[in-house]
T-cell receptor, first 114, second 115 residues
Framework: DSGVTQTPKHLITATGQRVTLRCSPRSGDLSVYWYQQSLDQGLQFLIQ???????AKGNILERFSAQQFPDLHSELNLSSLELGDSALYFC?????????????FGPGTRLTVL | DQQVKQNSPSLSVQEGRISILNCDYT??????FLWYKKYPAEGPTFLIS?????DKNEDGRFTVFLNKSAKHLSLHIVPSQPGDSAVYFCAASARSGGGADGLTFGKGTHLIIQP
């Protein structure tokens, strides 16, 4: 158990809809990262938050957004969903800072768009 | 364009022997490298990491070697055990002096340990 929790575990929705995925980082970790794993693209970095502020952006679509709250949990919002958004979405956390870059991953949320 | 490449989609090794998983990268800005292990329906589990200032890091049965000039790293598992059967991902980061950022992952190698 990595200490990172994600809810829900599974999500089934229709095209055009909006969903919110939730992540709680390990106790004490300030950085939260979101990744998407699809069959053809592998694990792709989407976005990072550090202590409430956006820190780095990867291949995140404009239809997707995220935020990190004062209690350090994070939410990933996916809107105007398309069939191609079906994937596993992972959250990871790390202590942040320069000394360590080990990221610890949650169990993921499987999103199915029908 | 793939910046981190794992050219072997799968690898079969006999129990007790050495498993060697390889990874190549193209981005010279990468300065921190990690290996993750993943079972189906679970998130990746951190195994071992290495900074670009080192060429070797060891943790129990796992050793990672880094050859910066060749932009190549490898993970050695010895001795291999049945529980090591999983998908192994190589990942890289350019910490760029300011802190952590997103990891760039390879597509993974499925390691199968044969009894």
């Amino acid at each position: 158990d990595s200490g990172v929790t994600q809810t829900p575990k599974h999500l089934i929705t229709a095209t055009g809809q909006r969903v919110t995925l939730r992540c709680s980082p390990r106790s004490g970790d300030l950085s939260v990262y979101w990744y998407q794993q699809s069959l053809d693209q592998g694990l792709q970095f989407l976005i990072q938050y550090y202590n409430g502020e956006e820190r780095a952006k990867g291949n995140i679509l404009e239809r997707f957004s995220a935020q990190q709250f004062p209690d350090l949990h994070s939410e990933l919002n996916l809107s105007s969903l398309e069939l191609g958004d079906s994937a596993l979405y992972f959250c990871a956390s790390s202590a942040g800072g320069f000394q360590s870059n080990e990221q610890f991953f949650g169990p993921g949320t499987r999103l199915t768009v029908l | 364009d793939q910046q981190v490449k794992q050219n072997s989609p799968s690898l079969s090794v006999q129990e007790g022997r050495i498993s060697i998983l390889n990874c190549d990268y193209t981005n010279s800005m990468f300065d921190y490298f990690l290996w993750y292990k993943k079972y189906p329906a679970e998130g990746p589990t951190f195994l071992i990491s290495i900074s670009s200032i080192k060429d070797k890091n060891e943790d129990g049965r796992f050793t990672v070697f880094l050859n910066k000039s060749a932009k190549h790293l490898s993970l050695h598992i010895v001795p291999s055990q049945p529980g090591d059967s999983a998908v192994y991902f190589c990942a890289a980061s350019a910490r760029s002096g300011g802190g952590a950022d997103g990891l760039t992952f390879g597509k993974g190698t499925h390691l199968i340990i044969q009894p």
